[in-house]
């Protein structure tokens, strides 16, 4: 069967309740910003040359590389532009994945496990997420059901393999530690006043190479990732059902404004128009 890929679709957001798959291969590839969603991410690396960022860690991929993407992590590709950028990215929701299998604890043992890069060569991984993508595409009968089996099938392989403790560690992965305690800082004291003046101060750094050290190391401006974080935590806020009032008081927003344009900027909706979904 010849593979079908799928022209590069820059949406973050997902159009089914369950899962969705797509494989691309881009001879020129877009700039994709720093970004976060509401789903689970299972990313396969085929071919290219891509520094891919997660939360500060920056990992060199190899071909049949796994990146395992919680809904959490602030994450994007660097592609050089001369190489053909080939993948298949699997997106599951969060309940879908809740699930399948309560029993196993999926997100908590393949995703929360602070650690991302996995090889996966000498599994059945890159057979199961290949023959996931074509059924996924198949219209014939009975497809999606095999799909949501191969689905289950692939998960189970994750699960052994994460559950191995074979990430790939410092090969492939670079880490500065002081942006990785800045970043730590920030996710703890996001609902607080945060400026580069006071991070710099904290620090014990100058404003100007934390600017650069920051954005050389996570891929954006240390405002950016600060308001990205504090979105994160305002989305789930407004998921379990908190008023974008109290929500915007509790992460760092000066003040109702504040978080709407910020939110309508990133999300495309409103903070209301959040809660209603």
Not at 151 to 162: A, F, I, K, Q, V
Not at 180 to 193: A, D, F, K, V
Request: charged share 20%.
């Amino acid at each position: 069967m010849a593979k079908r890929t799928h022209p590069f679709d820059p949406r973050q957001s997902m159009n089914r309740p369950d899962f969705e798959i797509f494989h691309y291969h881009d001879a020129k590839m877009q700039e994709v910003e720093l970004h976060h969603h509401d789903f689970y991410e299972v990313y396969y690396f085929l071919g290219g040359k891509v520094e891919y960022l997660v939360e500060g860690r920056s990992y060199t991929l190899l071909s049949d590389d796994i990146l395992l993407i919680d809904p959490m992590e602030l994450h994007r590709p660097n592609v050089a532009p001369d190489e053909a950028y080939e993948r298949i990215v699997l997106w599951i929701s969060r309940e879908y994945l809740a699930a399948i299998a309560p029993e196993a604890d999926l997100a908590h043992r393949c995703f929360a496990t602070g650690r991302n890069l996995y090889h996966c060569a000498h599994t059945q991984i890159p057979v199961l997420i290949q023959r996931l993508a074509q059924k996924a595409a198949d219209n014939a009968p009975g497809s999606e059901l095999v799909a949501r089996g191969l689905l289950l099938e692939l998960m189970g392989e994750l699960l052994r393999l994460t559950s191995r403790g074979g990430a790939r560690g410092t090969a492939g992965q670079t880490d500065t530690p002081l942006v990785s305690e800045i970043l730590r800082y920030i996710g703890t004291h996001y609902s607080e006043p945060l400026t580069l003046d006071s991070l710099a101060a904290r620090f014990f750094i100058s404003k100007s190479h934390l600017s650069h050290l920051f954005r050389r190391s996570v891929g954006t401006s240390l405002y950016r990732y600060v308001v990205l974080k504090r979105l994160q935590h305002a989305r789930q806020m407004l998921a379990e059902g908190a008023s974008p009032g109290v929500v915007f008081q509790n992460c760092g927003f000066r003040d109702y404004a504040n978080l709407y344009r910020a939110f309508r900027d990133v999300y495309g909706i409103s903070p209301n128009e959040a809660v209603s979904l």
